[in-house]
């Protein structure tokens, strides 16, 4: 019989810390801010690693990526649940809107940038691989959108250099409503 995971309230939400079977609602959660980039929430954590696929939630703002444009060597796919983003996929632009659904085979370079007036909610669905491999590449059109690096990289740290470190954050208020 698998157990049911316990699951610990911290000062911005709450997280699984062991192994098993967990419900948690998404407004408890704990959601990270990256200035300048997207706010976010991942269903594992730390103390409880989800071995074989990893799932998130990203709100992606108007003019902000939700990440530095990238190709990792496992699938991804995303689900945009609500409002407008444009997809920078293997140097073209896409306009995506609710209910697109984007399938990242591996080593597709790709990146999310909000569009539109308002906020973009978008469903995040990878393999979890160890020792993965991960890319981020020169592209000209997601340096245009603020979400590309200006020399390629395997190290995320480098990729990131520009913004400030995620911070932790309740769920953030524009969060849809039951």
Known sequence: MVPEAPLERSEHGRRPVGEGWFVVNLRETRWFHVPGCDRFTVLDSEDA???QVGIGVGIVYPGEPNAMYHAED???DFLVLSGECLLIIEGEERHLKAWDFVHCPPMTEHVFVGAGDGPCFVVAVGARRKGRALVYPVNQKAL???AGVDEETSDPATAYARFPE???IPCPPEFPPD
Do not use: S, V
Request: proline letters at 0%.
């Open 144 to 146: 245009e959108h603020g």
């Open 74 to 76: 496992a699938q991804e």
């Open 49 to 51: 690693r989800f071995d």
């Open 166 to 168: 995620a911070r932790e």
